[in-house]
C-alpha cells in the first residue's frame, strides 16, 4: 500500500506567510507616522527659556523629540547646550548621554 502524500505542494502556502508578515508590519508602520509639526519663532524662543531655566537650576526635562515621523520622549537633565553643532546633551542616567538636534525638538516641560 503506497502513501499518497502531496509533498511539497502541501506545504507552499506556509512558505508566503513571513512575507505576509512584513507586509502587513510595513503597512501598519506607515500608517503610524505623521509630519513634522512647523514650530515658530515663538514657541523656539520658549523653549529656549525653559532648556536655559533647567541647565541653570539643574532640573530634570522632557524633551518631546521628532524622527521619521515618529514622536518620542526624552527624560534627563541637560547637561550642555552646543551652539556650534545645535545639538542638546542629555543626562539620562549616570555616564549616558543622549544627543538631541535642536530642529528635531518639538516639545520641553521642566520637570521638578
Do not use: C
Not at 505542494?9 to 512647523?38: G, H, N, V
Not at 526624552?74 to 551652539?83: C, E, Q
Not at 542629555?90 to 548621554?97: A, H, Q, T
Amino acid at each position: 500500500m503506497a502513501i499518497r502524500d502531496r509533498g511539497k505542494m502541501k506545504w507552499q502556502p506556509a512558505s508566503f506567510l513571513p512575507l505576509a508578515f512584513e507586509m502587513t508590519s510595513a503597512m501598519f508602520r506607515d500608517q503610524a507616522r505623521t509630519a513634522k509639526p512647523i514650530i515658530d519663532e515663538h514657541q523656539t524662543e520658549e523653549f529656549d527659556l525653559r532648556i536655559a531655566y533647567a541647565t541653570e537650576y539643574n532640573h530634570a526635562v522632557k524633551v518631546t523629540v521628532w524622527e521619521d515621523g515618529f514622536t518620542h520622549d526624552i527624560t534627563g537633565r541637560v547637561h550642555y547646550v552646543d551652539p556650534i553643532t545645535h545639538e542638546l546633551r542629555i543626562v539620562l542616567k549616570s555616564g549616558e548621554f543622549e544627543r538631541v538636534a535642536f530642529d528635531d525638538v518639538i516639545g520641553v516641560k521642566v520637570l521638578n
